[in-house]
């Protein structure tokens, strides 16, 4: 055990580290800049169960309802080995729909190194065969890379169900299980997600869209770091992801294509960030602990000591989200980063209200940001009193 994993292990009070997933991996991109959640979750630190310890319990999750019914959408998208969901996929990445496709079934098995091992052999066995022509055009990916293994348009497609992917999050390996993996569709991986929630006159909810993007992402890169280690080009596989989701009110399954190139560099950052935990040590006290066997008084002092940023955006991606927020009342960045961006550096809300009312010297570097309060603050006087 390196120093590091020694130092981890002591924050977590000895107990194993939280597993991650997809979803949890997504989360981490949601306050990146958040030092106590980078530290808590590099340690795999069980938040929930921190929140639960010291009076915040965690307000979310999905609910067993939303469960169910994502199982039973799902299992209607892929009935029949997925000859409905191969039509959908394939006329959405605008291919003919092919006349034969294979459905490997790569959710079965307890052992998760066996079907990690078991899954990346047989998606690189799946890899689209070399054109005979050296010479033909490049498939250009729509990130800017360039897939070197050029691909032949008319090869069988072949679809994995709940493939087991791998990732390294902070030292560890995170397993992975997207819904769908599509190959030599278009000649290239294609990531399929089902969701659950509807699309309605073609819109869906936009924070359900943003976590589903992020979550797809982190199957993208897990499936192009499967190519790269068995060395093939990762652009083989698409940026492009195909979300599946119930169309208006009824159960009807409809395609839309996610571009989901700037949430893989989100991901990746973060990933990189959680890689060097040993530095963001260095700013970690010495006694933090997070241990659930402490009392809650020293484990609220202990979080106290790490620098947090709370949005009011953790509310929807992080457990610790009531403690966070009720520690950071009174501070302009508990208003959001729109309104924390604005003030211009003024942390506090009494300071604003001072400012605004006139009532206090103004340092030099505050001028602009205290004109603005004032200007509006007689504004919404003015718009009181006409109405009063
Ligand atoms: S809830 Fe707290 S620990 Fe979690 S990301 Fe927000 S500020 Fe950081």
Redesign the pocket.
Known sequence: MTSSEQRLATIRGGVPPRRHNARTIAALT??PG?T??AV?DGAGVDKPLLAERIGFPAGFGQSRFAITRGNAFEAQVKADGGAELLRLVAERLGVPVPAVASWTDLGDGADAVDREQRSAALLAAALPAAMPDAAAPEAASSDGGRADEQVRPDEPAALFDHPLLGLDVAGRRVHLEPDLVAARLGGRFHVVEIKSFPVIDGQADPAKLAAAAVQSAVYVLALRELLAGNGHDPQLVSDEVVLVCPRDFANQPVAHLLDVRKQLLVVRRQLDRMARLDTLLTAVPADFTADPAADAATLVASLSQVP????PD?LAS?E??YF?RDEARGQTGALGRPAREALGGITSVDEVLALAAGDRAVDPEQAEAAALLRAAARLRADALGASA
């Open positions: 949601g306050n958040c106590r959640r808590l947090a940023r709370y949005a953790c992080c610790l989200a966070c």
